[in-house]
Structure formats: C-alpha cells, structure tokens
C-alpha cells in the first residue's frame, strides 16, 4: 500500500464499505421481495378463487353437487354433457385471472369433472390437502406449480336468497360443500416476476453505490488536493523559494482548511525569518567587511608609516654619510683630528642607520605588518651562510667558530628573517667571547623546548655557545627584552640592543621558540627552534605569502 | 668621448654631493630634481648611467624605469635605483621595473666610485 495515494486509499475503503453494505441490502430486501410477493400472490389468487366461487355457486350447485356415477352418466339420464360444458366455461374464466396457470374442478368424491390448462399428468391426483392450503407441485416435464386447494362450500353470501328458498337449505352452511378445487400458479411465472423486482432492486443498489463511490471519489479529491499541493509546495519551500502558498483549501471550514491555513502561515513565518536572517547576515557581513577594510587600511597606513619613517631618516643620514665621506675622500691633506672625526661621523651614521634599521622592523613585527616570505627552507644551508659571514669577524678576534654536527632540517619559513636570527645569535657570540676563544654553532633535531625542556613536537633545534663572561641568572629571561642587554654589555661592543628582541618576535612568529642557558663564568647558550616540515604538513603546498 | 651620467633625486644636499663624486671620477654629470625631468632629460641626452631616486615628486623612480626600458631608443641606458626605504619588497619591485642595479641609502661615497668605476671605467 506504500505507493497508493490517500485520495485511493480513501476511496477504496469507502467502496468496499459501500459495496458489502449495498450486497447486503440487495440480499435482505430480495429475499423480503420473495416472501411478500409470494404473500401476495397467495392472497390474489384466493381471493380471486373466493369471488369466483361466489359468482358461480349456483353452477355448482346445479351441476358439480350431484354425485353422479359412470352408469348413471353412460344411461345418458342426465345431460352431461351440458353440465360438463358448463363447469369447464366456469373453470376457464378463473384461469383467465392474474396469477392462475390451471384450474381443476373436483366433485365430493374426488372425481375431476372439469379443468382449464392443467398438465395432462397433474389432472388425476388424489385428493390429500386440506382446504385453503398451498402445495408444490412438478408435472412430467419438470415444471414446478404452486397449488391452492379449496373446498368449494354450499353456503356463501354470492347465493341469492330465492334459490337458498328453493333448496331449502336444510343442512347446515358448515358441513355442506359441493365440490373441491384446485388452482395452479405457474412457479416459473412467480419467478420471472420476482427476478423482475429484484433485478429493478440490484440495478438500483449497484447505481446507488456507484454514486456513492463518485460522491466520496470527489470528497476524497476536496481532502486530499489541498494536501498533496502541500506537500509539493512544503518541497519548493524547502529548495529555497519561501513565496509559495498553498492555495486549494484555503477556505475550507474543516480540519484540512485550518491545516492548510496554517501551512501557509508556518511558511510566512518562515519566510519572515530568513528574510530577517539574510537582512542580519548582510549587515553583520558588511560590519565585517568594514571592519575587515579598516583593518586592511590600518596596516597599509602603519606600514606607509613605517617606510615613510625609514625614508625620513635615512634621507639626512645619506647626506651626512656623502659629505663626511666627501670631506675624507677630498684630495688636500686635513690634521689627523679632522680625518679621526670624519671617521667617526661616518661610522656612528652606520650605527645610527642600523639603529633605526631595527627600531622600524621591531616596531613591523610588533604591528604585524612585515611582509613574509615563508618557503620551504634548509636550515643547514641558512647556519652555514652565517658562518661563512662572520667568519672574518670571528678571525678578527682569533675566535674559532665551529660549525660541527650540521644536519639537514626543513623547516617552513622566511629564510631572510630566520637568516638574521642567526647571524645575531652568532654575532653576539663572537661579540661576548673574549680574543682566542670558541664559538661553536649546532643544529640537531629535538622534540623538547623552552629553558624546562617541555614537549614540542618533532623540531629542528639550532645551538650557539660562546666562551663568554656568562649571563646571570635572573638575566636569563630578560636577554630578549629590547635595550636591555645594552645596559650590560661593555661600551666597546656595538649593537643596536634590539636584536635578541627582534629574534624572539621572528622565532615566535614561526611558532618556534627562543632561549638561553648560562652559568656565570663559563659562557652562555642560545637555542631556538622551529617545527620541523614533517609529512603531515609536506602535503601542504608552499605558499609565499604577501 | 667621456661617458655622461645622469643622477635624479628631489634631495638638493645629496643630488650635490653625488655630482661632486662623479666630477672627481671626470664624468659629465647631468641633474634633474624630478621624475619627469629625469625622464625628459634621459632621453633627449641618452646617458651611459642613470642613478635613479625613487621617491621622488612628478613620477617615481619605479615608472621613470619602466618607461625607459620600454622605449628602445632609452632601454640601454645602465639603471641603479636609489632607495631610502630599505625593504626587500621595494627591491623587488626595482628589478620588476627594468632596473639593472639597487643601492641602498646611506651609501659612501668610495661605494659609488667603486660602481662608477666597474662600471664605466
């Protein structure tokens, strides 16, 4: 029944209910029929019988009364033949009636003395009934009759009261009777008539049912309509098009019109919301999209700010630089003090611009404006390149540095800043020791980090140790703030103050980590790390972000 | 036939002191104080070498280039851009635009002789 619809499924049941109630009428009320026409019938045909024998009494009177044997018919005393003439017209006109196949007249003793249309072999019976009842009879070819026996009684209302004078009517009305009657009706005949009836009876009820399978056909369809237009209109709703009603039904006062009405107001309310969802969507997404501009605009201007300031600064020192440079370069010997002042204007004009050089890329890492270029980098490589830098620098103050146990290690990040950590951590090395000591620069593969050594995941790990004076112990943490090694360090060794400070915000930028080991006296160590490319995030492609 | 270089920047103080520089390298020296006066000036002169600011009023150092390089009769002439923003972005968009050298402000003065030299020497 999964793929019968509810208008079938309704029309159905109520057919079936229509069809077994009409068979059932139809089956009562045919049998009614049989019984009331057969009551009928009964009643016709007797009281046709009666009023004939009242017209005719005195014909049987006359000539059925006498018992006459076969000498004294044969003596030809009496006319028989007249009689018999006589009682055979009598019995003709009762047969001509409604209902009545035959009619047999019987004398007292039982002999037939007259008939009208009997089977031949249905005219000599025996007399076995009693009067006034009803029996079924078959003659030879199988025809069925109905048979009412009737005694046919001397005395009666149709008897004028002159003959009853002139026979005197000495014996009592009850006990005398002339003869016995039989009338047959066809049962052939009864039953045509009754499949009459009762064919007008069926054809009725089939119409009638037929009628009532259309009527609750066309109820069904007012019900069901409205409800699979809901559906179709619930299925367009749900792709999105939240203008649909539904239509038929709507102005049904029964359960399927308030159902309907309040689809459609479920569905207002729903479009209501989402227009009001979208509208709240819309707004939030242009708050967003403002808030995201402004953003966008407040890192171009920091950045245009910070360039702007390096171009502002810069611009005098180039001048300056020139026209010591200049002065030095010209051609007439100047006093020693002047060429020793030139020299110092020039080299502090360096100073200044790698000062400011490292003030304005602080102050990018910390507005988070600086331009990344992360790529798929080798570590070994970037130490290498370090040492190869400052190795002069190292010669200078006879300091071996030493790059031992240099693994290749891949590491997703910008070489030219992780380059610069590096160099600044080596430069301080070199910076820190004192004349013939060791640098010595590693890079290893670690899973812990930080001063406690915590858990980090698979990393490359880059080392530098220098032989230096140490950091002291409440120093430690404090190295990478800006300035504040420069409180510390002795007046020869230059730096701006910045570069351990502009290292950590690099390292923490590639989710790295920074740190330094140290006892007093017997050098300092700096590590940092940075996750290693593993083959969970190789996959990944390498992406040079802007 | 001595070799001409022509040197554009807004600055006066340095646009002085680098032709102070290439005189003493004895190489004629032709000035603008803008881009366009540069650009005007590179082509009607057609110089061996242009040092090039790119910060500059009218048009900046980076357009002055690309017009140069696109143009066949201006493309040979030898391009250091000058720059005082010292961010690798910017070097980029210098060599981007057709230049063919960069140098970084503050330079000394013995550095740019030293380019003069290998340059047109």
């Known amino acids: ?546 | 036939v001595p070799k001409k270089v022509l040197v554009a920047d807004d600055e006066e103080y340095i646009l002085d002191a680098i032709v102070e520089i290439i005189k003493q390298e004895n190489f004629v020296t032709l000035t603008a104080a803008n881009g366009a006066e540069a650009l005007k000036l590179a082509r009607t002169e057609v110089p061996d070498l242009l040092l090039l600011d790119i910060m500059m009023p009218e048009k900046s150092g980076f357009e002055v280039c690309r017009e140069l390089k696109s143009d066949p009769a201006t493309k040979g002439i030898y391009i250091i851009l000058l720059t005082a923003m010292g961010q690798q972005r910017d070097e980029e968009r210098g060599y981007e635009s057709g230049a063919d050298e960069y140098m970084t402000k503050p330079f000394s003065p013995r550095d740019l002789k030293n380019k003069l030299r290998e340059l047109l020497g």
């Open chain 1, 1 to 546: 029944m999964r793929r019968v619809g509810i208008s079938a499924k309704l029309v159905l049941g109520t057919a079936c209910i229509l069809i077994l109630l009409g068979l059932a009428v139809t089956w009562y009320s045919v049998s009614q029929l049989g019984v009331l026409l057969r009551q009928q019938m009964e009643e016709r045909v007797q009281a046709q019988a009666n009023n004939w024998i009242e017209q005719n009494r005195l014909s049987f009177t006359l000539f059925l009364d006498i018992a006459v044997d076969e000498e004294t018919r044969d003596s030809g005393a009496i006319d028989f033949v007249d009689e018999q003439e006589t009682l055979h017209r009598v019995a003709e006109q009762l047969q001509e009636k409604e209902w009545i196949a035959y009619v047999i007249l019987l004398d007292q003793s039982g002999n037939v003395r007259a008939s009208a249309g009997p089977p031949e072999d249905l005219v000599e019976r025996p007399l076995q009934a009693e009067t006034g009842s009803w029996d079924e009879y078959r003659d030879a070819q199988g025809n069925s009759y109905f048979e009412l026996t009737m005694q046919i009684s001397a005395s009666g209302t149709g008897m004028s009261s002159d003959l009853e004078a002139v026979f005197g009517a000495s014996q009592s009305a009850e006990e005398t009777y002339l003869g016995w009657l039989r009338v047959g009706v066809d049962r052939e005949e009864f039953d045509r008539r009754l499949d009459t009836f009762a064919n007008r009876n069926i054809g009725l009820a089939a119409v009638l049912v037929a009628l009532a399978v259309l009527l609750s056909f066309l109820f069904a369809g007012r019900i069901v309509t409205p409800i699979t237009e809901m559906g179709r209109i619930a299925t367009q709703i749900a792709r999105g098009d939240l203008s649909r009603r539904v239509k038929r039904g709507a102005d049904l006062q029964d359960e399927v019109g308030e159902l309907v009405r309040n689809f459609n107001t479920m569905a207002g309310e729903i479009s209501l919301l989402k227009t009001g969802l979208e509208k709240k969507v819309q707004e939030r997404t242009r708050e967003l999209e403002e808030a995201n501009r402004k953003l966008e605009e407040r890192d171009r201007l920091r950045s245009v700010f910070v360039s702007t300031v390096s171009h502002e600064f810069r611009t005098p020192l180039t001048s300056i630089k020139l026209y010591a440079g200049n002065l030095l370069d010209a051609a007439d010997p100047r006093p020693e003090k002047v060429r020793r002042s030139l020299e110092i204007i020039d080299e502090e004009t360096d100073r200044l611009t790698r000062l400011i050089d490292d003030v304005l890329d602080m102050r990018r890492l910390e507005l988070d404006v600086v331009d990344w270029r992360m790529a798929d980098t080798d570590l070994e490589e970037l130490v290498r390149k370090s040492t190869e830098l400052l190795n002069p620098q190292a010669a200078k103050k006879a300091i071996e540095l030493r790059a031992s146990e240099l693994e290749h290690q891949r590491v997703h990040a910008d070489p030219d800043w992780i380059q610069r950590v590096i160099n600044n951590l080596i430069g301080n090395a070199i910076k820190f020791s004192g004349q013939g000591s060791r640098v010595e620069v590693a890079l290893a593969r670690t899973s812990t980090a930080g001063p406690g050594r915590r858990k980090c995941g698979e990393c490359a790990l880059v080392r530098v140790a220098d032989s230096g004076p140490g950091i002291p112990e409440e120093d430690l943490s404090r190295v990478f703030e800006p300035f504040y090694l420069a409180k510390r360090r002795p007046s020869k060794v230059a730096g701006t103050g910045l570069g351990l400070a502009i290292s950590r915000e690099v390292v923490s930028h590639h989710k790295g980590e920074i740190w330094a080991e140290s006892r007093e006296g017997s050098g300092s160590t700096f590590y940092f790390t940075l996750p290693l490319v593993t083959s969970s995030n190789l996959g990944e492609p390498v992406v040079v972000s802007e």
